[in-house]
């Protein structure tokens, strides 16, 4: 991955830990290397907060020092309305649009096997709303996209 393309980062619960290794590599390229690396964005979710959300810190520090651009974060159980991180991804639409079809981002996804399959879902749905392509468009876009990288 060339350090200048952006990623989009979905780790709910313990699929945080391949996040955290992307982030460690872009801080380190950005800060050690000075090199121009691009915008990483992560969408998180857990249960609780107080109970699941163990690299708060971490995640706050690469905010701070400008490696992580924008952090998403789902708390499915501390509302009676159940908030995952497809339902932020699908709030974002048209910033992630631009960034996987105009800036050719990198997309990962670690967790749940439901949770990829909806975060797939919900990438062809991006695709197909902000994109204004049909449905077949919009699932060979994203089978596309997924098997080049």
């Known amino acids: 991955m060339q350090p200048s393309r952006p990623i989009i980062m979905v780790g709910p619960g313990t699929g945080i830990a391949p996040m955290r ?5 872009r801080s380190y390229q950005r800060i050690q290397q000075n090199l121009l690396v691009g915008e990483n964005v992560l969408y998180f979710g857990c249960k609780n907060r107080d109970q699941d959300y163990i690299y708060k810190n971490e995640m706050e520090l690469f905010q701070k020092e400008g490696t992580l651009n924008k952090l998403q974060v789902a708390f499915s159980r501390e509302t009676t309305k159940r908030v995952y ?3 932020l991804l699908a709030e974002d639409a048209r910033e992630i649009w631009m960034m996987i079809d105009e800036q050719k981002a990198s997309i990962y996804v670690c967790g749940a096997k439901k949770m990829g399959s909806d975060v797939t879902n919900t990438i062809k ?3 197909s709303e902000v994109g204004k392509m049909r449905h077949d468009e919009a699932k060979a876009y994203v089978d596309r996209i997924s098997k080049d990288g």
Do not use: D, F, M, P
């Open 85 to 87: 991180v497809q339902h």
């Open 125 to 127: 749905w991006i695709a």
């Open 21 to 25: 290794a992307l982030l460690q590599e």
